[in-house]
């Protein structure tokens, strides 16, 4: 080791590095100048040499400018340790290691994370010094050198926590053998930081349960029971992590102790720290998901509730207050209610992927992870908790002062919360529930108007399912009004909970919308020129949903009226696509940010006015560039954005095919590329909607769709081989669109009919009765005409794939069917027919007896 000290830095170089870095730190600096200058420092093969020098003997120099040049050190190891000269990695090493007791905590801080990541590239064998130099740390009884070391220690739990549980060479223990009694004597330690970062340390290795916390299970939970009630809040914190994880990965272990560990948890859940209560919280809903026996919690029920609602509050300092008050002007900040976030557009039988919700603006706190817990205990204990749970909302709705607000707003969303699971005991009183409900979207508190919209959006199924009962339909119509207005509301909060609560109660109720798409209309395209950039993402969906909810009804039901309302939000939709793409090259010359979920939202939305509208629709996109921006976005990086591209691509092709028409190979290009192997395993929705707007395409434009379709062939075939696992619509897809190229293309596609035959046969046997099977055993058809032999070896399952139909109401495919079937008995001879029809069950001979065989 005594070698790679024999390195020095220049003073100029090291005057010059400082200087670049305290530039770097100085918030009022050319950051880009800066970056370019450090660009070609780095050049130089010395460069990390200075870094750590100055991290390590930078005595004299700023805390700030030592800790930067430690983090410039972390970010250039991560990519290029691997290729520096030994003696420079050597000089690294050897210059860390005596600073993991540095008597500052900043720089042990530092150390200890540029420590994590060299660890994560050369591992313990790569290191053995490290491992030496940590145990020394631990036995030191010195303060900075015990917390240094385990706090590089925990950033390598965090980590990597396995690669401490391996065997070495040259070391006669694994290393977290020897660092786990040490770390869990530390939960006995005077010094709060040591007990935090022991605890944190072990609590990594919960899920991957190395022996060695195995065998010392009983001193580590002992040791949790002891901090349970520690005075620092962040050991309380680690100490609720480590129940929930148990909770969720080793009930097994936590079972014996069940009852201890539940009144701690219990007790944490009022903690005045409300990070602490957030993570006990967390121990319910955990609980319940791994099925631990329900009886375990009974008994606390009659605490546990009312410690959930009181939880759900909102508190004094909440600054959600402050933004509920204030009106359509305030920006937009933290949202209390999730927002229902749009999904793109998937054509079949499943949703799709699950799009990322907007995280940024849900931040998950006490309040709402108490409301969970109470939505998960409904529905594991039903009714149960009503008898616990109903007097202390009853009480909190009694409370009509302007103080009580709070409180009674946290009621109704406590009705919200268990709409699903103790729907059974509410049933009876549901008009009551909603009775009261509906006075509330008007209340003068916006907090209380947005909560109600959620609220009676969980109670959305059963409200349309009570249509027919005395009054359903008339509080139906004023749960609708009351919501419309309160999409005009001039709060931004109300109007986003008003928008969410809309498009579920649009999803549930269907045709029952179809009376009120006037006023609804109206309500809509008030809100289309009055909301600002968030809140116009959750129209979009409203708007979206509605059109997937009534389809054509749209347009049958307004006439020209629908026709005048879509025209400006299929422009207005244009424009945003249009300008989104703009903003992805240069904000600044959009004069927005851009936001993916705009270009998604208008996709869907330009979807729905296509369903709607019907050819209708043809004329604006005549007079558009719609054509060429669809293209751009069904080529886009982001798979949600291609999903509902390819969505819109199918629904034009249905439509008015004529105007795809001048870049239709390059849609069909694009759409085919996404059915690789890759592309189908990295975003399923998207090569689903890929798979059905080729089939779309291939009915609308026959002989012009062959340059694809082997390529298209060649992916489809997989999927049906091999289809464990897979989406159930890609697979319908896949079989339907194989069916509607046979149809266009039977030359093409039947020479190659004995690759595909038999796994293609077993998906159509399992797509119910519609048009679209009708395509695919139009093509299966077309293609056994152009090559009767190339399917005999496969004529079990065309047999069964015939036998499948309920009834084919098509006169014309009927005949066709008895005509291939009859062909074969033919070809094959009664004998031949007969051994083919011994290997079928004796209900699938019955129903082929329709086809006169």
């Given at each position: 080791m005594a070698a790679p000290a024999l390195w020095q830095p220049q003073e100029q170089g090291l005057r010059e590095i400082c200087t670049l870095l305290e530039a770097h730190i100085s918030p009022n600096s050319d950051q880009a100048r800066i970056w370019q200058q450090l660009q070609h420092y780095s050049q130089f093969p010395d460069f990390n040499n200075y870094l750590v020098f100055l991290l390590a003997r930078g005595e004299g120099k700023s805390i700030e400018v030592r800790q930067a040049a430690g983090l410039l050190l972390k970010n250039n190891l991560r990519t290029t340790f691997s290729s520096m000269p030994s003696p420079s990695q050597q000089y690294i090493k050897a210059e860390l290691l005596p600073c993991i007791g540095a008597t500052n905590r900043a720089i042990r801080s530092t150390v200890g994370t540029v420590i994590s990541v060299l660890f994560q590239i050369v591992r313990v064998a790569g290191w053995i010094e490290l491992f030496q130099a940590?145990?020394?740390?631990?036995?030191?009884?010195?303060?900075?050198?015990?917390?240094?070391?385990?706090?590089?220690?925990?950033?390598?739990?965090?980590?990597?926590?396995?690669?401490?549980?391996?065997?070495?060479?040259g070391l006669s223990e694994r290393p977290i053998n020897v660092f786990m009694p040490r770390i869990l004597q530390f939960f006995q330690s005077p010094h709060a930081s040591l007990r935090k970062l022991a605890l944190g340390c072990i609590n990594q290795y919960i899920v991957v349960m190395p022996s060695a916390l195995y065998m010392s299970m009983d001193q580590y939970l002992q040791g949790l029971f002891n901090l349970a009630k520690d005075p620092s809040s962040d050991v309380r914190k680690l100490v609720c992590s480590a129940w929930v994880q148990l909770i969720e990965v080793r009930p097994s272990i936590l079972e014996p102790h069940l009852k201890n560990v539940t009144e701690l948890i219990l007790l944490a859940n009022k903690d005045s720290d409300d990070e602490v209560a957030l993570e006990?919280?967390?121990?319910?809903?955990?609980?319940?998901?791994?099925?631990?026996?329900?009886?375990?919690?009974?008994?606390?029920?009659?605490?546990?509730?009312?410690?959930?609602?009181?939880?759900?509050?909102?508190?004094?300092?909440?600054?959600s207050l402050a933004d509920a008050e204030e009106d359509e002007s305030f920006p937009d900040r933290d949202q209390d209610l999730k927002p229902r976030f749009h999904a793109s557009r998937l054509h079949g039988s499943e949703t799709g992927e699950d799009d990322d919700d907007d995280d940024a603006v849900n931040v998950w706190n006490l309040r709402k992870c108490s409301a969970a817990g109470l939505d998960v205990l409904s529905n594991v204990f039903g009714d149960s908790i009503l008898p616990t749970l109903m007097p202390l909302i009853e009480q909190n709705l009694a409370r009509t002062d302007d103080e009580s607000w709070k409180e009674r707003e946290t009621a109704v969303l406590s009705l919200?919360?268990?709409?699903?699971?103790?729907?059974?005991?509410?049933?009876?009183?549901?008009?009551?529930?909603?009775?009261?409900?509906?006075?509330?979207?008007?209340?003068?508190?916006?907090?209380?108007?947005?909560?109600?919209?959620?609220?009676?959006?969980?109670?959305?199924?059963?409200?349309?399912?009570?249509?027919?009962?005395?009054?359903?339909r008339e509080q139906f119509d004023k749960i609708l009004l009351g919501l419309l207005r309160r999409i005009l509301d001039t709060n931004k909060r109300v109007q986003e909970a008003a928008c969410s609560a809309f498009a579920t109660l649009e999803e549930e109720a269907a045709e029952e919308l179809v009376p009120h798409l006037e006023v609804i209309l109206q309500h809509l395209?008030?809100?289309?020129?009055?909301?600002?950039?968030?809140?116009?993402?959750?129209?979009?969906?409203?708007?979206?949903?509605?059109?997937?909810?009534?389809?054509?009804?749209?347009?049958?039901?307004?006439?020209?009226?629908?026709?005048?309302?879509?025209?400006?939000?299929?422009?207005?939709?244009?424009?945003?696509?249009?300008?989104?793409q703009l903003a992805k090259i240069d904000p600044t010359a959009a004069g927005a940010l851009y936001d993916r979920e705009f270009i998604v939202c208008s996709l869907d939305l330009l979807s729905g006015l296509a369903e709607g509208l019907g050819p209708g629709i043809e004329s604006l996109v005549a007079q558009s560039n719609l054509r060429d921006l669809l293209l751009q976005c069904c080529m886009d990086e982001a798979a949600n954005v291609r999903q509902s591209a390819l969505a819109l691509l199918g629904d034009l092709s249905r439509v008015c095919p004529i105007h795809l028409h001048p870049r239709l190979q390059e849609f069909l290009t694009v759409a085919a590329k996404q059915l690789s192997p890759q592309c189908v395993k990295e975003?399923?929705?998207?090569?689903?909607?890929?798979?059905?707007?080729?089939?779309?395409?291939?009915?609308?434009?026959?002989?012009?769709?062959?340059?694809?379709?082997?390529?298209?062939?060649?992916?489809?075939?997989?999927?049906?081989?091999?289809?464990?696992?897979?989406?159930?619509?890609?697979?319908?897809?896949?079989?339907?669109?194989?069916?509607?190229?046979?149809?266009?293309?039977?030359?093409?596609?039947?020479?190659?009919?004995?690759?595909?035959?038999?796994?293609?046969?077993?998906?159509?046997?399992v797509i119910r009765d519609d048009f679209e099977k009708e395509d695919a055993f139009h093509g299966l058809c077309a293609m056994v005409a152009a090559n009767p032999s190339g399917g005999v070896g496969s004529l079990a399952y065309i047999c069964q794939a015939c036998a499948s139909w309920t009834e084919i109401k098509s006169e014309?495919?009927?005949?066709?069917?008895?005509?291939?079937?009859?062909?074969?008995?033919?070809?094959?001879?009664?004998?031949?027919?007969?051994?083919?029809m011994a290997t079928l069950e004796p209900a699938v001979v019955q129903r082929l007896a329709r086809y006169g065989v």
């Amino acid at each position: 080791m005594a070698a790679p000290a024999l390195w020095q830095p220049q003073e100029q170089g090291l005057r010059e590095i400082c200087t670049l870095l305290e530039a770097h730190i100085s918030p009022n600096s050319d950051q880009a100048r800066i970056w370019q200058q450090l660009q070609h420092y780095s050049q130089f093969p010395d460069f990390n040499n200075y870094l750590v020098f100055l991290l390590a003997r930078g005595e004299g120099k700023s805390i700030e400018v030592r800790q930067a040049a430690g983090l410039l050190l972390k970010n250039n190891l991560r990519t290029t340790f691997s290729s520096m000269p030994s003696p420079s990695q050597q000089y690294i090493k050897a210059e860390l290691l005596p600073c993991i007791g540095a008597t500052n905590r900043a720089i042990r801080s530092t150390v200890g994370t540029v420590i994590s990541v060299l660890f994560q590239i050369v591992r313990v064998a790569g290191w053995i010094e490290l491992f030496q130099a940590l145990h020394k740390c631990l036995d030191s009884n010195d303060l900075d050198h015990m917390e240094g070391a385990m706090d590089a220690i925990y950033k390598i739990c965090e980590d990597v926590p396995e690669e401490l549980d391996v065997d070495v060479p040259g070391l006669s223990e694994r290393p977290i053998n020897v660092f786990m009694p040490r770390i869990l004597q530390f939960f006995q330690s005077p010094h709060a930081s040591l007990r935090k970062l022991a605890l944190g340390c072990i609590n990594q290795y919960i899920v991957v349960m190395p022996s060695a916390l195995y065998m010392s299970m009983d001193q580590y939970l002992q040791g949790l029971f002891n901090l349970a009630k520690d005075p620092s809040s962040d050991v309380r914190k680690l100490v609720c992590s480590a129940w929930v994880q148990l909770i969720e990965v080793r009930p097994s272990i936590l079972e014996p102790h069940l009852k201890n560990v539940t009144e701690l948890i219990l007790l944490a859940n009022k903690d005045s720290d409300d990070e602490v209560a957030l993570e006990a919280c967390e121990f319910w809903s955990a609980y319940c998901d791994v099925s631990m026996p329900p009886e375990g919690l009974r008994e606390f029920l009659p605490r546990l509730i009312p410690t959930l609602l009181s939880n759900m509050v909102y508190a004094d300092d909440d600054e959600s207050l402050a933004d509920a008050e204030e009106d359509e002007s305030f920006p937009d900040r933290d949202q209390d209610l999730k927002p229902r976030f749009h999904a793109s557009r998937l054509h079949g039988s499943e949703t799709g992927e699950d799009d990322d919700d907007d995280d940024a603006v849900n931040v998950w706190n006490l309040r709402k992870c108490s409301a969970a817990g109470l939505d998960v205990l409904s529905n594991v204990f039903g009714d149960s908790i009503l008898p616990t749970l109903m007097p202390l909302i009853e009480q909190n709705l009694a409370r009509t002062d302007d103080e009580s607000w709070k409180e009674r707003e946290t009621a109704v969303l406590s009705l919200g919360a268990i709409a699903e699971g103790c729907i059974a005991g509410l049933y009876p009183h549901l008009p009551q529930i909603v009775a009261f409900l509906i006075p509330l979207l008007d209340d003068k508190f916006p907090l209380i108007r947005s909560i109600t919209c959620w609220t009676l959006s969980r109670y959305s199924k059963f409200i349309v399912q009570s249509l027919d009962h005395p009054n359903g339909r008339e509080q139906f119509d004023k749960i609708l009004l009351g919501l419309l207005r309160r999409i005009l509301d001039t709060n931004k909060r109300v109007q986003e909970a008003a928008c969410s609560a809309f498009a579920t109660l649009e999803e549930e109720a269907a045709e029952e919308l179809v009376p009120h798409l006037e006023v609804i209309l109206q309500h809509l395209m008030c809100a289309y020129g009055k909301y600002q950039r968030r809140n116009l993402r959750i129209l979009y969906d409203a708007l979206g949903t509605l059109a997937d909810a009534v389809g054509a009804e749209l347009n049958q039901a307004l006439g020209p009226g629908f026709a005048q309302f879509a025209e400006p939000v299929f422009q207005r939709c244009i424009n945003l696509i249009q300008s989104q793409q703009l903003a992805k090259i240069d904000p600044t010359a959009a004069g927005a940010l851009y936001d993916r979920e705009f270009i998604v939202c208008s996709l869907d939305l330009l979807s729905g006015l296509a369903e709607g509208l019907g050819p209708g629709i043809e004329s604006l996109v005549a007079q558009s560039n719609l054509r060429d921006l669809l293209l751009q976005c069904c080529m886009d990086e982001a798979a949600n954005v291609r999903q509902s591209a390819l969505a819109l691509l199918g629904d034009l092709s249905r439509v008015c095919p004529i105007h795809l028409h001048p870049r239709l190979q390059e849609f069909l290009t694009v759409a085919a590329k996404q059915l690789s192997p890759q592309c189908v395993k990295e975003a399923v929705s998207v090569a689903n909607n890929a798979c059905w707007a080729i089939g779309e395409l291939a009915i609308k434009v026959g002989k012009e769709i062959e340059p694809v379709v082997i390529t298209v062939v060649s992916c489809l075939v997989p999927i049906l081989k091999s289809p464990e696992g897979l989406n159930k619509s890609l697979i319908e897809n896949s079989a339907i669109t194989l069916g509607r190229l046979s149809w266009v293309c039977p030359d093409i596609m039947a020479p190659h009919m004995d690759h595909f035959m038999q796994a293609w046969c077993s998906a159509l046997c399992v797509i119910r009765d519609d048009f679209e099977k009708e395509d695919a055993f139009h093509g299966l058809c077309a293609m056994v005409a152009a090559n009767p032999s190339g399917g005999v070896g496969s004529l079990a399952y065309i047999c069964q794939a015939c036998a499948s139909w309920t009834e084919i109401k098509s006169e014309g495919l009927h005949n066709e069917v008895c005509q291939i079937l009859n062909g074969y008995k033919q070809l094959l001879g009664n004998s031949g027919w007969e051994q083919c029809m011994a290997t079928l069950e004796p209900a699938v001979v019955q129903r082929l007896a329709r086809y006169g065989v």
